[in-house]
């Protein structure tokens, strides 16, 4: 692999041909994907296309059946979210995996606490509200207290609980799964907001998926458009725009309905 | 109120305040009506509490419910249930009696007694995890089936309790004995689920089982592990019991105490659908049948009376959860 060492270099999560069967239905067919460092991939596609699919692979919360995952250029085997965790990857799930009866702290540190040293490993509840505090502050995300259970929040707050929890653990790759999903025009501009201000710190790659054409191409440098399982388009985000991925989509529809005249 | 970044001012009303502080302190109130009975009682019958024996014999009611309740809460905070538990109960005497019959020292007939009850909570957990039947229906099952081994191997009569009189009174026989050991196991169980990422992950497995998954918990490692530890609970108090009364009786416990029990973590503000509940609660709720049951008995209510006024006792705290909570969301924020 002498042969493009920046490529390479650059590049933080490749996925080769990925398949993934569950039983009789097959939710992707061998998708391929890369993903540069500092970067923001937008996916884009119907509902049942597989986008959630194809992250909870990247995850490691599900093994594909077959294909293959690089990350930095290796060749890897998640075997669990916490390997995929221990190697910078961090997602928000479309259910953003919030216990709502637990207060904010707790949901910001759940499965990776902060413990006092000692044989019982009692939860340090001071440190991890104040270090909750202080990422809140930090990415400009604003609650009346990290002790009220998150069945309290909005839905933008929970959203940005979920996203500060995600960043929270010195993560390099951020998938986001439909983030602005069932939200007003105020909160999804907060979202965004964050996300900017995530990028601009550099250091982060994110994938999104999305369904807001315009939005995606707002935020997005690259977009991918899934259909059936199958990517169908990809392009830079500045060198498309919503008529064009409008048009493809019909296209694709066409084709579906009768394939001898596409 | 100014806005900057993602900031929406949670929005409550003055009776969603008033219903989340009644719903802080929902302990309190609990304990309130513990209280409450006890004065009435007193009043009724002066012999209530303050003699000796009738306190001797309230916390002998007290103790083996609650401590059975401590492993029901872990597993209704996480949205399981043992049925077998009072099966369990009748069944590890008799480990410990085999194993001493067997020639080994009580202390060990009673760890063999505790880790059989923990292999049944192996069982429960694994068929409930992994083969995905309901733990309603997988405890319903073994608690058939333990009870029909247990008449089975005891041939349906009760046998002498093992030990010597120092082990048995440590166990049990003495008076305080029992509550003694409620009292030092609920201490323990209430810092486990509150202080401790078992507890807290319990909780987050009960409220969303699948994004607690998602975070990466092992869900089913954590439920099994509570189905082990609600099963030697009851296998020790099994022994306690057996202890206290000088008798191992294979009729004894059932699914009578198991209810008892569910009832105590009920009546202490334990949700069945999961995600909520506290140890102090189970001991509380314990206290309070205890209370009902011994005072009924003093002024002279029978059983039958009792059971009429537990089942009303368990709606009422099943509506008032149910509802304080959904009260309190529709009065406070969204
Ligand atoms: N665990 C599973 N078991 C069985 N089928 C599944 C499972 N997860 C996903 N599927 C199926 O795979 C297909 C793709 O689902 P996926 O959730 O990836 O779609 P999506 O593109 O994220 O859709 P949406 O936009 O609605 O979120 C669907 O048909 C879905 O029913
Ligand atoms: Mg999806």
Redesign the interface.
Known sequence: MTADVTQVNSEIIRAENIVMKFGALTALRGVSLDLKRGEILGILGDNGAGKSTLMKIITG?QAPTEGQLFIDGQAVQLR???HA?SLGIECV?Q????????SIF?NMF??R?I?YPGP????NNRAMRRRTQELLDEI?????SVD?PV????G??RQ?IAVARAVNSNARVLLLDEPLAAMGAR?AG??I??ILRLKAKGSLSIIMIMHNYAQTLEIADRIMLMQRGAVTYENHAAATSVPELMEIVRREYRSMRNPASA | MATTGVTQPVRRSSTGVLLESVLKWREISILLVAVLLIAYFEAENRDFLLTSASLENLSQFIAPAAIISFGEIMLMIGGEIDLSAGMIFAFAPFVMHFAVVAGMPAPVGLLLALLASGLIGVVNGVVTLFLRVPSFVTTLGTMFLLNGLTLTLSAGTPVDVPGSPGFQAFFGHWGYSEICWAIVIGLMMHVLLRNTRWGLHTVASGGNPHGAAETGINVRRLKIGNFILSAVLSGFVGILEGCRISSVDPQAGGSQIMFLAVASGVIGGTSLAGGSGTIIGGLIGATVLGVLNDGFTLIGINAFTFNIILGAAILIAMVFNIHMTRLSRLGGAR
């Open positions: 919360f669990s979210v916490d965790r799930y259910d953003l995996a919030l216990a709502n009866g637990l707790h759940l499965n606490e413990v019982f490993r009692l939860l400009g995300v604003h609650v009346p009220l069945e309290r929040l909005s933008g707050q940005a909160e907060l979202i907001d964050l």
